[in-house]
């Protein structure tokens, strides 16, 4: 697979929302899952960062996730049909602007319909952690980025102060 270009905020691309997969059991699709895989492997590897990233963030105009958290997970077409009146503020950030950090508000819990790579619907709740990383992915999809989800523009701080601060703290904490 590939190692691609993440798009970063102001590229056009990032506020365009993303096409269906049409067919999830398309080659096409799993070469994609692919250099989404070792994309977010090699920004990880290089920043320590990153988590997800949604193919519109690489260029590729469809809806499409894949997540790396406790394993390898690619969704096609995910969806929220439900979330919880409760939320939570969490800080964010983003590969295609990891310079900065800030608070922003999130459901507590979602839950997401989407289609594995053999085209089967699936459907699951995601709570705390994994309800933002979605919420943000998903975002992704539709255009919207984590800025535009900004609680109060007074959280905002470089990716140094957010280390030095608050990383320990959040999901973003080196694990080994």
């Known amino acids: 697979m590939a190692v691609r270009e993440i798009l970063q905020m102001g590229n056009h691309v990032l506020r365009q929302v993303a096409r269906p997969v049409a067919d999830a ?6 070469n994609l899952v692919g ?16 988590r997800a990233i949604a193919a519109p963030q690489v260029g590729a105009d469809l809806r499409l996730v894949f997540l790396n958290v406790d394993h390898p997970w ?7 049909v439900q979330s919880s009146a409760e939320t939570m ?10 310079s ?31 309800s933002e990383l979605l919420q943000h992915e998903i975002d992704h999809l539709e255009g919207i980025l984590a800025v535009d989800r900004i609680v109060d523009t ?10 030095r601060r608050y990383r320990a703290e959040s999901p973003y904490a080196l694990r080994s």
């Open 154 to 163: 007074r959280t905002m701080c470089t990716r140094e102060e957010f280390e």
């Open 74 to 80: 690619p969704l096609v077409n995910p969806s929220i």
């Open 100 to 130: 900065i950090f800030f608070q922003v508000q999130r459901n507590r819990w979602i839950d997401v319909r989407y289609q594995d790579l053999s085209g089967a619907w699936r459907q699951f709740r995601a709570e705390g952690d994994l």
């Open 35 to 50: 250099d989404l895989r070792d994309t977010l492997a090699t920004c990880r590897a290089a920043t320590g960062y990153g």
């Open 25 to 30: 059991t398309d080659p096409a699709v799993a």
């Open 89 to 98: 503020v969490v800080w964010d950030a983003c590969l295609s602007f990891l």
